[in-house]
């Protein structure tokens, strides 16, 4: 483990995809509103952390690598933090990215102790997001080919699309998506997907209600069939993790989460972990093994999270 984490620090990642910012209000409720009925909270805190694929590039800067990220950056107060909180992790984030027509997406959750009670979403339609590639296409040719590896982090918040994913499935040494099944993109064979359970059946165009068990198999098959990735990896919850090569399922590997209080982030905790280990040329195995450590201790965190080696080190334990 302590030799990968050194092979990581050598690592250029490029990350592409929906940035966000993720603000958090916290306080105490102990009464209902006499408006309405809903709860009154006392606010004791307000914080923001990166989120979506800017999450992804934390996650990658704190294990150790060399991030530069894009996405769409608006020119305001979110956009702002955003790129501060970046900044003060070492992730590079170009100019170019900087959009004077779409505001930043910004999520703010509002939390009564350790539960959600809502949820405040603040972004344009996917139009706005979408990607001049025109104007960008020399700078994303240039980051893909000085990285080892490049991530395509998709929330379906439009700057991933079709155009963008083949430019960089051209330039790319490995490609890493993390999918968002629901805007049907052609993801044009990927060295590994990670998408979760539901995203997976989507992929392979199966409904919930259609089996009795998980189709691993048929999930496999299918998905292999429409977007030809090498490697996926479909994460399950506390089910742990489903392998998939060249089509084939190789194994599912137990989660290694001891305790979970916050599952949000941690798909942007195994893209993030696994693509690097790859990377540094671990066996999918391994990868997926580091990849599942990490995610173990990022959901033992409340709200957006990263886990850092020594983290990880004291999980393998």
Do not use: W
């Not at 900087?98 to 910004?106: E, N, V």
């Not at 195995?285 to 990022?298: D, K």
């Amino acid at each position: 483990m302590n030799e990968l984490l050194e092979r990581i620090k050598s690592l250029r990642l490029l990350v592409i995809g929906d940035v966000m910012l993720d603000r958090y209000v916290r306080g105490q409720v102990s009464r209902i509103s006499p408006e309405a009925p809903v709860p009154v909270l006392h606010v004791d805190a307000e914080d923001s952390v990166a989120g979506g694929a800017a999450n992804v590039g934390l996650n990658a800067a704190d294990l150790g690598a060399s991030v530069d990220l894009g996405g769409v950056f608006g020119q305001d107060e979110a956009g702002v933090r955003l790129l501060a909180l970046l900044a003060e992790r070492g992730i590079a984030c170009d100019p170019a990215f900087t959009s004077s027509q779409a505001p930043t997406i910004c999520k703010t959750r509002v939390m009564a102790g350790n539960q959600q009670i809502c949820r405040v979403d603040r972004e344009e339609s996917y139009q706005a997001y979408a990607p001049n590639i025109d104007a960008l296409s020399a700078l994303l040719v240039e980051k893909a080919r000085k990285a080892d590896a490049v991530i395509v982090s998709d929330y379906a918040k439009g700057f991933v699309n079709d155009e963008l994913v083949a430019l960089l499935r051209s330039e790319a040494k490995f490609l890493a998506v993390d999918p968002k099944p629901s805007r049907s993109l052609n993801y044009d064979s990927p060295d590994l997907m990670t998408p979760n359970k539901a995203e997976s059946l989507q992929l392979a165009g199966l409904e919930r209600g259609d089996f009795d068990e998980f189709p691993s198999e048929a999930i496999a098959t299918a998905v292999h069939d429409s977007h030809r990735p090498h490697r996926v990896a479909v994460t399950l919850g506390p089910d742990g993790m489903l392998l998939i090569e060249n089509g084939k399922v190789i194994r599912r590997i137990p989660t290694a989460a001891r305790e979970v209080f916050d599952v949000s982030g941690a798909g942007d905790t195994v893209i993030a972990a696994m693509t690097l280990a790859l990377a540094a040329r671990s066996t999918f195995e391994e990868a997926s093994a580091f990849a599942n450590l990490a995610a173990g201790v990022v959901v033992a965190k409340v709200g957006t999270a990263t886990a850092s080696p020594e983290e990880i080190l004291h999980a393998a334990q």
